[in-house]
């Protein structure tokens, strides 16, 4: 099992920063993807960026040049620094942790509310 403890949403005014933070705890493997999904009201769940173990990221078109995901490997944290928030950035943002064998697991949630 793995525990995921997400850290850093709030309300921001538009063009604005925030930084998440997301801690892995638990049977943490050495090769794994950790990243962030999104979900906004009424919406699905949607995947923002990730970052595997041996660095490579991946990102979605509308948060290209706004957001970078880093991650510290030696504390099993993944950060997702925001900038330029737009209102349609806001949405309950969940940490995600995939192992090499495709265990996943979520964390609880944060909000991130962006006000025009």
């Known amino acids: 099992q793995v525990q995921l403890v997400e850290s850093g949403g709030g309300v921001v005014q538009a063009g604005g920063a925030l930084r998440l933070s997301c801690a892995a705890s638990g049977s943490i493997s050495s090769i794994n993807t950790m990243g962030w999904y999104r979900q906004a009201p009424g919406k699905q769940r949607e995947l923002v960026a990730r970052?595997?173990?041996?660095?490579?990221?991946y990102y979605v078109d509308p948060v290209k040049g706004r957001f970078t995901i880093s991650r510290d490997n030696a504390k099993n944290t993944v950060y997702l620094q925001m900038s330029s928030l737009k209102p349609e950035d806001t949405a309950v943002y969940y940490c995600?942790?995939?192992?090499?064998?495709?265990?996943?697991?979520w964390g609880q949630g944060t909000q991130v509310t962006v006000s025009s």
């Open positions: 995600h942790y995939r192992t090499w064998n495709s265990n996943a697991y």
């Open positions: 970052m595997g173990s041996g660095g490579d990221t």
